[in-house]
C-alpha cells in the first residue's frame, strides 16, 4: 500500500514538475533577450561627484566639495554672501546690495534655494508666490529660429511684487504683476498588487492681474525652485557626450527621443549666429550656468547685469520704466558688477554633492537592478567623465554619477503645461538629475519632486510619468512592494 502511494505521488508530480521547469526556462530566456544588461557595480559609484563629493548629509546642501582648493574656498564664500543676503531698493547707502525690482519674486536666492535645494511649497489658495515661480510662453511654436515668444505685456515670467513708487502726473502706481490661485485635484489609483495611492493634480489661475489679462495665445508655467547643488559638475559635462544620447527620432526603436534644446547664449550669439544645447531649467532654458545665474538675479530678484542688461518693464508698465530709471542703475551702470556676479556664479559651480548613502546594502543593490532593468538609465543617464576646465580645476576630469541625459523627453499629457521653450514643447521636460534627491527632507524639512513640486514622493513622481517614460511607469507599477521599496530605497541612496 505505501509502496502504491509513493508511485502514484510520483506520477501526480511529474506534470508539476514539468511545468516548473517550463516556466524556469521562460524566466531565463525572458531575463537573457528581454531585459537591459545591467553593469557592474562599482565602489566608485559611491563617490556621487568625484573630487567635489563632499560628507556633509546635514542641515544644507551648501558646502563646497572636497576638491576645491583654499582660495576657491574663499571665493565659495564670498559669492554665498550674495546668494544668502536680502537686496534693497536703491538708491541706498548699502552699495553692493541696492538694486531691487522695480518688479521680483523674491528679495534673495536663498528664499527660494532653501539650503541649496527646494523651499517650501506655497499652500493652495490665492497667494503672492514665493517658491512657485509663474513662467509665460506661447501655446503655440515659434516660427523664429532660436526666438522664445512671450506675453507682450507681462513677458516671459510673472512678477508679484514691487518695490514703492507712484507717478504722481498721471497717479500711477507700480505694482506687482499678479497673484496665483492654485489648488489640487485628488487622482486615486492602485499598484497592479492592488495597495492604492493618491496623486495631486494641480489646478493653477492668475487672478488680481495688475495690467490686463495675458495674450490669447499665451500659457502659465508653474515651476517650484530647483535643487541647485552640482551644477557646476553639470555645466562640465562635454557637448559630444551629451550629443551622442540625442535621438530625436528615436532612430533606434526604444522609444526613447532625446532631445537637446537650442538656445541663444546672450553674450555670443547675436554676434555668431550659433546657438548652444541647452542645460539648465526645467526645459534647458540656459546654455551654462553663468547665464542661468545672470537669468535669475534679472528676472528673479530685479538685478540687471552685463547680460541681462535691462529691467524687464514693459511698455506698458510706465512706473515700472519710471522706477528703473530713478534707482540711478542703467546698462552703463549696472547693479551688480561683473565681479560680485562672478563670485555668485563660483558659489553655484563649486557647491558639491553629498556622497551616497548605503548603497552598498543589498536592498540598495536590488533596487539598483531593477532601475535598469526597467530601463529608467535610459533617461537618467548614471554617469559621465568632465571635461578640462581651466577656471575650476576640481570640476575637471571627475567621474560624476548625476543620473541624468539633461535632454528633452515627452512626458505625457498629464505632465505637460502646453507652453514652448525655443525648441521644447508643451510636452517635454528636462530629465532631473537625481542625485542627492533623497537627502531634501533632511536638509529642507520637506521632499517635494517634478516642475511644480506635486509629488509628495518617489513614488508619487514616478507615477507621474507618461509619454516615453510610460512604459517604466507600467513596469514600476507591476513590481511586488518589497521590489517598488528597494527601487525607492535605491534612488533616495544615490
Same mark, same amino acid.
Given at each position: ?14 506534470? *508539476? +514538475?514539468?511545468?516548473? /521547469?517550463?516556466?524556469?526556462? &521562460?524566466?531565463?530566456?525572458?531575463? $537573457? ?14 563617490? #556621487? ?17 572636497? =576638491? ?31 538694486? &531691487? ?25 490665492? +497667494? ?7 513662467? *509665460? ?10 526666438? #522664445? ?8 515670467? +510673472? ?7 507712484? &507717478? ?15 489648488? %489640487? ?70 522609444? +526613447? ?19 548652444? /544645447? ?24 530685479? /538685478?540687471?547685469?552685463?547680460? @541681462? ?34 563670485? #555668485? ?24 537592478? *531593477?532601475?535598469?532593468?526597467?530601463? $529608467?538609465?535610459?533617461?537618467? #543617464?548614471?554617469? %559621465? ?36 521653450? @525655443? ?10 538629475? &537625481?542625485?542627492? /534627491? ?6 529642507? =524639512? ?49
Amino acid at each position: 500500500m505505501k509502496l502504491n502511494m509513493k508511485v502514484t505521488n510520483k506520477i501526480k508530480m511529474k506534470p *508539476l +514538475i514539468c511545468i516548473a /521547469i517550463t516556466w524556469l526556462g &521562460l524566466l531565463l530566456v525572458a531575463s $537573457c533577450s528581454d531585459q537591459p544588461a545591467v553593469p557592474k557595480y562599482q565602489v566608485i559609484e559611491q563617490k #556621487t561627484a568625484g573630487n567635489m563629493t563632499h560628507k556633509r548629509q546635514y542641515a544644507s546642501y551648501i558646502y563646497p566639495g572636497q =576638491g576645491v582648493d583654499n582660495q576657491q574656498k574663499l571665493e565659495f564664500w564670498s559669492g554665498f554672501s550674495f546668494f544668502r543676503d536680502p537686496w534693497i531698493t536703491a538708491p541706498s547707502a548699502t552699495g553692493n546690495r541696492d538694486g &531691487l525690482g522695480p518688479l521680483f519674486n523674491t528679495r534673495s536666492c536663498v528664499a527660494c534655494h532653501t539650503a541649496g535645494s527646494r523651499a517650501q511649497l506655497d499652500k493652495p489658495g490665492e +497667494i503672492l508666490p514665493l517658491s512657485l515661480v509663474v513662467r *509665460l510662453g506661447s501655446t503655440q511654436a515659434s516660427t523664429e529660429v532660436g526666438r #522664445t515668444e512671450v506675453d507682450p505685456v507681462y513677458g516671459g515670467q +510673472i512678477q508679484p511684487r514691487a518695490i514703492r513708487y507712484r &507717478l504722481l502726473d498721471i497717479k500711477q502706481d507700480n505694482l506687482g504683476e499678479a497673484w496665483l490661485y492654485f489648488d %489640487y485635484t485628488v487622482k486615486q489609483g492602485s499598484f497592479n498588487d492592488g495597495e492604492p495611492y493618491e496623486l495631486l493634480k494641480p489646478n493653477y489661475q492668475l487672478t488680481k492681474l495688475a495690467y490686463g489679462e495675458l495674450a490669447p495665445h499665451i500659457g502659465l508655467s508653474v515651476r517650484l525652485a530647483p535643487n541647485i547643488y552640482g551644477m557646476g559638475l553639470l555645466d562640465a559635462i562635454k557637448v559630444k557626450d551629451l550629443l551622442a544620447q540625442e535621438d530625436i527620432n528615436d532612430s533606434d526603436g526604444d522609444g +526613447i527621443s532625446a532631445k537637446y534644446n537650442r538656445v541663444p547664449n546672450v553674450l555670443t550669439t547675436a554676434e555668431t549666429g550659433v546657438f548652444q /544645447i541647452g542645460r539648465f531649467g526645467f526645459k534647458a532654458k540656459q546654455p551654462n550656468l553663468h547665464q542661468q545665474v545672470a537669468a535669475a538675479f534679472r528676472d528673479d530678484i530685479g /538685478i540687471i547685469n552685463s547680460s @541681462f542688461s535691462e529691467d524687464t518693464c514693459s511698455k506698458t508698465q510706465v512706473a515700472c520704466i519710471q522706477a528703473s530709471a530713478s534707482g540711478g542703475h542703467d546698462s552703463e551702470n549696472l547693479e551688480i558688477d561683473d565681479r560680485r556676479l562672478s563670485l #555668485t556664479v563660483t558659489f553655484n559651480a563649486l557647491m558639491g554633492v553629498p556622497a551616497t548613502r548605503g548603497l552598498y546594502n543589498k536592498q540598495e543593490q536590488q533596487g539598483r537592478r *531593477l532601475f535598469y532593468q526597467l530601463a $529608467c538609465q535610459k533617461c537618467h #543617464t548614471p554617469s %559621465y567623465i568632465t571635461g578640462d576646465h581651466t577656471k575650476y580645476p576640481a570640476l575637471a576630469q571627475q567621474t560624476i554619477w548625476p543620473y541624468t541625459d539633461l535632454a528633452l523627453h515627452d512626458m505625457g499629457d498629464e505632465l505637460a503645461d502646453g507652453v514652448f521653450e @525655443f525648441d521644447a514643447n508643451g510636452h517635454e521636460w528636462r530629465t532631473p538629475p &537625481l542625485w542627492g /534627491i533623497g537627502l531634501q527632507k533632511k536638509m529642507t =524639512g520637506q521632499q517635494r519632486f517634478l516642475h511644480d513640486g506635486r509629488a509628495r514622493t518617489i513614488s508619487e513622481a514616478i507615477l507621474w510619468h507618461g509619454g516615453e517614460a510610460a512604459p517604466a511607469k507600467k513596469a514600476y507599477s507591476a513590481l511586488t512592494k518589497q521590489h517598488r521599496n528597494a527601487l525607492i530605497k535605491f534612488i533616495k541612496a544615490i
